[in-house]
């Protein structure tokens, strides 16, 4: 009998880490499920969900650019993934499929695990795509504070709708220098600072970061423009690995029932980054 398989899922693929991390939980349990990548297209993602239902894999993650159209290809969406308006966990039930997202978990858990007195703060959150609807869900849980910018203000504006206390701002108003001074989490959730954007900062020129301001950058596997800015004001601050193991986790909760093993997680990670020389 073949093994029973998990994927991840995305355009591109071959930079994700879910393979190595999952695969060292699936060891650390003694499970002897395959992970695999796939590349999918967005042309392909129909297709790649019949073959998933057919070949019975057990669930698989979703990554960029295909976490909102999925849900259309499912049977079902699960609360976290209605709320964040994203599926980043797809795991079957019986026949059917089902849309989760563990984004919000692991971003809640990683800032925690960085900043426990975060409950109330005022916030700054850079982008309004995916990881940053994760990231303002979890912070109104947090009874943050909430200013979104993002360069399509818009956008920004959108998903500020309807939150308490949570306002947008385009990129290049004038006021986020303040806003960013006054804050006290700031939180990247665009990719500036990633590959192609390495040099890239979401923090306007000449800006002054507080010491006391906590900084986490969703970017991981080197020092970003903004985390070495925050390094060099002595703010407290983490890249997104912790938050990529964390939402990582809930996922293997949601396929298998049982408790991942965290720290074999992490080693894999940071010991795939060291091999191939990200960071
Ligand atoms: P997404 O849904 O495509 O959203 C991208 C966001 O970044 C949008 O707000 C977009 O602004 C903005 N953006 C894109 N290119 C930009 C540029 N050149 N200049 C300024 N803003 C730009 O992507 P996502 O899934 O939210 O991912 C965002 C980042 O978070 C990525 O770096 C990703 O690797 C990281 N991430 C990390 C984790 C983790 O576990 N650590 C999980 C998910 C994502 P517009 O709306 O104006 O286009």
Known sequence: MPPDRLAVIG????????????????????????????????????????????????GFNVTIPHKVAIASHLDGIASSAERVG???????SGEHLIGHNTDLVGFKQALLALAPDVWGVRAVIFGAGGAARAAVHALTDLEARMTIVNRHVVRAASLAEGLDRTTALGADDPRLATEIEDARLLVNATPLGMSHLADCSPLPAGTQLQPDTVVIDL?????????????????????????????????????????????????????????????
């Open 86 to 92: 994203a599926v980043n966990t797809v795991v079957r």
């Open 219 to 279: 970017v991981y596997g080197h020092p970003t423009p903004l985390l070495r800015e925050a390094a060099r004001r002595s703010c407290r601050c983490a890249d997104g690995l912790e938050m990529l193991v964390q939402q990582g986790a809930e996922s293997f909760r949601l396929w298998t029932g049982l408790e991942p093993d965290l720290e074999a997680m992490r080693a894999a990670c940071h010991a795939h980054l060291k091999e191939t020389q990200v960071c």
């Open 11 to 58: 355009d591109p693929i071959a930079h994700s880490l879910s393979p190595v991390m999952q695969g060292a939980a699936l060891l650390s349990a003694s499970l002897p499920w395959a992970f695999e990548a796939h590349h999918v297209l967005p042309a392909e993602l129909a297709a790649w969900v019949r073959r998933a239902r057919e070949a019975a894999y057990r």
